[in-house]
């Protein structure tokens, strides 16, 4: 699998000294910077001294296990953010929702396979990275709302000279890189209340957006209007400036000469009216979306990931539990993969799970229904308002579009092309049940489709 390695510090923490060495190998000549630990305390201790970038930890280890030394991680600012991936043996008993719950976010089983170690590693560390630069992003954009609330205040030290010279108020709008505009209320002689506004000074961007000359907008009625081919809701937004004094600051989505822009615009009481300023932001808000993607999304399969699946399942057991609606999950993942991988190629795996995420998608139809890689070879999916019924039925569609993709699995022991095994589970949320008796009900049944063959969907029953 050719994917782009990135350089990173990484903590590998397993009393087993054969272990270290087939990891540090393996790191070493992709060019990591490898730190071993031998116990948890020493792993904890090394992490706060200099906290690395990854944390690869076993679970089994004298004294402190791996669940114990996560937790103490996770509970301290300083490393509560350094991604752990768990590391265990196939013939170990290995708790993956416990392992979870303590913080962790992808495990390996051993013996390794240096593809299968390289990509999770580089994964984790690549969403690590946008997650940092989107920090950067949302500490760049705060950085510039403190500029413009300083250009608030200096509007509005210099609002009573702007008044007294109308000359100096055209040269301020005429040279400024932003659009600004200065509006006047114009008011119901009866009732007083604000009908429309009418402009005062406009700059020759401001004119550019509204697709007018400058000198067309001058003293006319047309910001109503236009505001709200906008956002029906942004007049009363402006009326509220005026009356109650409170500055306003909003981004808002505007279709400008056929393309879609973004704008962030804060507008200031002016006498009996408002002064506004509206700044291009498409740019940077356009980046900031696609992090924000990007951070939610399974980087190979495309599909939903695993944190995007654990907030969403909480949100969704809250609302059914409002609602009093049942909530249906179905967990599955592909039979004797394990096979698959060692027979065909980690290549191959991958693009055998890609298939399946898409196979799935596709059944799955209602915007409410979600799927996501729970990890590994195990997908999820969320079915609101879906009773068993319902469940099984996407079940079944899903189990046959994956079998209709047909692709062959020489070594599997139960059909001639790649099968997937899943478990459902069906139940109105109540307050003393959680979303994880859910998820255990799913895994249950999941458990019971392989031993009673594989290549089913089983439903979950008290």
Not at 94 to 121: N, S, W
Request: glycine share 4%; proline share 3%; with cysteine.
């Amino acid at each position: 699998m050719n994917q782009e390695i990135l350089v990173g510090n990484i903590l590998i923490v397993d009393d087993q000294i054969n272990n270290l060495r087939v990891l540090t190998t393996i790191l070493k000549g992709k060019n990591y910077t490898v730190r071993k630990a031998i116990d948890g305390e020493t792993a904890i201790e090394a992490a706060q001294i200099e906290p690395p970038n990854l944390i690869i930890l076993d679970i089994k280890m004298p004294g402190m296990d791996g669940y114990e030394v996560c937790k103490h991680l996770k509970s301290n600012q300083k490393t509560q953010d350094i991604p752990i991936i768990f590391i265990s043996a196939l013939s170990e008993v290995f708790d993956k929702v416990k392992a979870f719950e303590v913080g962790g976010i992808d495990y390996i089983t051993k013996p390794f396979q240096e593809e299968e170690v390289l990509a999770r590693i580089n994964s984790q560390l690549t969403i690590q990275k946008q997650q940092k630069l989107l920090q950067q992003e949302k500490a760049l954009l705060k950085q510039e709302q403190e500029k413009l609330k300083q250009e608030i205040q200096q509007r509005k030290e210099a609002e009573a000279i702007l008044y007294q010279s109308r000359a100096l108020i055209s040269s301020i709008l005429r040279s400024s890189l932003d659009g600004v505009a200065a509006l006047e209320a114009v008011r119901n002689p009866n009732t007083a209340e604000i009908e429309d506004f009418r402009c005062l000074e406009v700059n020759p961007i401001i004119a550019e957006v509204f697709n007018q000359e400058r000198e067309n907008l001058i003293g006319k009625l047309i910001f109503r209007r236009f505001i709200n081919k906008i956002d029906p809701n942004l007049f009363a937004a402006f009326v509220g400036v005026v009356e109650t004094g409170i500055s306003l600051q909003k981004d808002f989505n505007y279709k400008y000469k056929e393309e879609q822009k973004w704008y962030s615009c804060i507008a200031v009481k002016l006498a009996d009216g408002f002064a506004v300023t509206v700044r291009d932001i498409t740019e940077r808000k356009t980046l900031e979306l696609e992090l924000n993607r990007l951070a939610t999304i399974d980087g190979l399969t495309g599909v939903y990931n695993r944190s995007t699946f654990d907030q969403t399942i909480v949100q969704e057991w809250q609302r059914a539990q409002r609602e009093k609606q049942p909530l249906s999950l179905i967990l599955f993942d592909a039979d004797y993969f394990k096979l698959y991988n060692d027979y065909y190629g980690h290549q191959a795996g991958d693009n055998c799970l890609v298939q399946i995420a898409h196979a799935a998608s596709e059944t799955v139809k209602r915007p409410g229904d979600f799927v996501a890689r729970y990890g590994g070879e195990e997908f999820v999916i969320i079915l609101p308002n879906t009773d068993r019924q319902g469940a099984i039925a996407v079940a079944e569609g899903i189990r046959q579009a994956i079998q209709l993709l047909a692709i062959p699995h020489e070594r599997s022991e139960v059909s001639s092309v790649v099968s997937v095994s899943m478990g459902i589970a069906c139940v109105i949320p109540t307050t003393d049940s959680s979303p994880e008796t859910l998820i255990s009900m799913a895994d249950q049944a999941m458990y019971k489709a392989k031993q009673q063959g594989r290549n089913l969907a089983i439903v979950y029953m008290t």
